[in-house]
């Protein structure tokens, strides 16, 4: 797994760690059933303070990306059976969205070729990496 900080973004380096694990993920570089590094060693590698890392890991649990285990640590589990909810919970983050490209002129096409794109860069395995 390789993680790049970026000291000078305005985006909190927890959410960049968060961010980078979930796109790892997508892009199946992280399978699920894995055991992430611990919260001590990922936090040595990057650089940064174990709390940051507690954090990202903490966020990733809460959105069903992990599980906290005593003894393996922090492992990828990414739960399906609540689609509906994650629905919902896409629904209100893709709003803003939405609201800020219609603000910037960006059409309906462009968003949907927007997306297209970003699923198949992340390959989307439910329907084999093809739209």
Do not use: W
């Not at 055991?35 to 966020?59: C, F, I």
């Not at 910037?104 to 992340?122: C, G, N, P, V, W």
């Amino acid at each position: 797994m390789i993680i790049k900080i970026d000291f000078n973004s305005s985006e909190a380096i927890y959410m960049q760690l968060r961010n980078q694990i979930i796109i790892g993920i997508a892009q199946e570089q992280i399978k699920s059933g894995e055991s992430l590094p611990s919260v001590r060693q990922l936090a040595d590698e990057l650089g940064v303070n174990m709390h940051t890392v507690n954090k990202a890991y903490s966020l990733l649990k809460s959105d069903g990306y992990l599980t906290l285990d005593r003894r393996k640590g922090a492992v990828v589990c990414v739960s399906v059976e609540t689609k509906h909810k994650n629905l919902e919970t896409m629904n209100v983050g893709m709003r803003m969205m939405v609201a800020e490209a219609i603000c910037k002129d960006i059409s309906l096409a462009e968003m949907h070729q927007i997306i297209t794109d970003m699923y198949r860069e992340f390959g989307d395995s439910q329907n084999g990496g093809r739209l």
